[in-house]
């Protein structure tokens, strides 16, 4: 069973930057694809960026595309969020996902494990 643990989360300005990992344990991550998604105060869980297993695909959400970043480090079994140019849209809980298959995936229900989720907050 593997467990994924968020970190890098917190309060920022508008304008900012954060960058957030994902370390998995129990089991080594670095064949699968894996994702990060969020949830603001009362909207569902919407897909934020996915990566395949090898880093070579990613996409993601429009409302990030240009100002976010997936990224890997197999070696580490760490999945990064790299977040620019923040908005307070997009304030929310980010959930980092991991699933079975090896490709990409916006879908939250092809994920199959998920991390606790870190939160973030920008201010205006």
């Known amino acids: 069973q593997a467990q994924l643990v968020e970190s890098g989360g917190g309060l920022v300005q508008a304008g900012g930057s954060l960058r957030l990992s994902c370390a998995a344990s129990?089991?080594?991550?670095?064949?699968?694809?894996m994702g990060w998604f969020r949830r603001a105060p009362g909207k569902e869980r919407e897909f934020v960026a996915t990566?395949?297993?090898?880093?070579?695909?990613?996409e993601y959400a429009d409302s990030v595309k240009g100002r976010f970043t997936i990224s890997r480090d197999n070696s580490k079994d760490t999945v990064y969020l790299q977040m620019n140019r923040l908005k307070p849209e997009d304030t929310a809980v980010y959930y980092c996902?991991?699933?079975?298959?090896?490709?990409?995936?916006?879908?939250?229900?092809?994920?199959?494990?998920w991390g606790q989720g870190t939160q973030v907050t920008v201010s205006s």
């Open positions: 996902a991991a699933r079975r298959g090896a490709g990409t995936a916006q879908i939250r229900y092809a994920y199959d494990y």
């Open positions: 129990g089991r080594t991550l670095s064949n699968n694809g």
């Open positions: 990566i395949s297993w090898s880093g070579s695909s990613t």
